[in-house]
């Protein structure tokens, strides 16, 4: 099975801005430094989440107009991609590339982190399961990714 991956081009006449630095660390939040980017990257990795009105109705209130722009954002960046749903070609489901699945321990250690040290939403036994099993989760989170399987890997939040 062959599956075409469609980017979206850069806006005509605009050119990539040059990083501020050659730190690698700036350079990612440079890509990555909004809380959305994130929020979407989390929502595609970890809740299964493949539609603009998916992302829209995640709970986070994000606005249509930022959401559309940090979608087109992470695909010029290399870090999603858009494809056209089989069954209506007229639909987009996004999805994340290599680049973007590069990221699942990135995106683990923060969910860790942030459990640990605040209060949130998800059970601590789910959380401290994970922290003990990273390297389990990853290869959970990249098989799913492989064969496309958007079964959400944490329960949704009360």
Request: proline share 8%; net charge positive; glycine share 6%.
């Amino acid at each position: 099975m062959k599956v075409k991956l469609v980017t979206m081009p850069l806006v005509p006449g605009k050119s990539k801005s040059q990083p501020r630095s050659g730190c690698p660390v700036s350079i990612s939040l440079e890509i990555l430094g909004d809380r959305w980017s994130l929020l979407i990257i989390r929502d595609l990795m970890v809740r299964g989440f493949r539609t603009f009105k998916q992302f829209q109705e995640s709970g986070e209130g994000i606005a249509s107009n930022i959401l559309a722009d940090r979608l087109h954002r992470l695909a010029v960046s290399g870090i999603l991609a858009a494809e056209p749903d089989k069954s209506d070609t007229r639909r987009v489901n996004y999805r994340l590339t290599e680049k973007g699945i590069d990221l699942a321990p990135v995106l683990l250690e923060l969910l860790i982190w942030g459990a640990r040290h605040e209060p949130t939403g998800t059970p601590c036994a789910a959380i401290e399961t994970m922290a003990r099993n990273r390297k389990r989760v990853l290869a959970e989170v990249r098989r799913r990714w492989q064969q496309r399987d958007p079964t959400p890997l944490l329960p949704k939040p009360a």
